[in-house]
């Protein structure tokens, strides 16, 4: 099972600024992540995929990097709706799909 | 627009099972795979299960594994989750989620059911 670490836990930061997430995976996932966006008692939403590829409707402030065991997720301005919680997810190696534990970006 | 409806979530005893039900619409529901994942309260996500469009292929976590069964009927647009020999650890948010057409993430959600194993 390949096992997604990711850092920091929490992070605070204020609006307009720029937010840095990162995800490591325990062996090569090649470009086969996703990252996720959840707010509180909502579903997680698709964020990126392929590591840099975003999904439909969202916004360019969002973007996506890495490859192999190394990514990130940057939130170039932060707007007041992006404080939520963010989860990368490895689609590789199956089963299982896994997820890293979350990263919560709050408002510094 | 794709909607996914999970119903059938409730508190049931240790031991216990319940059934739970994934609406959908909005999609050619017999062309995509489907999967359950869930969320404890306060925690992060977990994938539960995953059947494939046809229904010929399924997976399990190994922590539901021989306790938990996934279906599907393509004819009424719907996914299912019987859930057996339930446990407290079992207590979750849990969502039907569809598998992406091109890659394996999980491209849309439904709102998730609410599911409470406790005496």
């Known amino acids: 099972e390949i096992v997604m670490t990711q850092s920091p836990a929490t992070l605070s930061v204020s609006p307009g600024e720029r937010a840095t997430l990162s995800c490591r995976a325990s062996q090569s996932v090649s470009t086969n992540l996703a990252w996720y966006q959840q707010k509180p008692g909502q579903a997680p939403r698709i964020l990126i995929y392929g590591a840099s590829t975003r999904a439909t409707g969202i916004p360019a402030r969002f973007s996506g990097s890495g490859s192999g065991t190394e990514f990130t997720l940057t939130i170039s301005s932060l707007q007041s709706e992006d404080f939520a919680v963010y989860y990368c997810?490895?689609?590789?190696?199956?089963?299982?799909?896994?997820f890293g534990q979350g990263t919560k970006v709050e408002i510094k | 627009e794709v909607q996914l409806v999970e119903s059938g979530g409730g508190l049931v005893q240790p031991g216990g099972s319940l059934r739970l039900s994934c609406a959908a619409s909005g999609l050619t529901f017999s062309s995509y795979n489907m999967n359950w994942l869930r969320q404890a309260p306060g925690k992060g996500l977990e994938w539960v299960s995953f059947?494939?469009?046809?229904?010929?292929?399924?997976y399990y976590a190994d922590s539901v594994k021989g306790r938990f069964t996934i279906s599907r009927d393509n004819a009424k647009n719907s996914l299912f989750l019987q859930m057996n020999s339930l446990r407290a650890e079992d207590t979750a948010v849990y969502y039907c989620a569809r598998g992406s057409p091109t890659t394996w993430h999980f491209d849309y959600w439904g709102q998730g059911t609410l599911v409470t194993v406790s005496s």
């Open positions: 997810q490895q689609y590789n190696n199956w089963p299982p799909w896994t």
């Open positions: 059947i494939s469009s046809s229904g010929s292929a399924i």
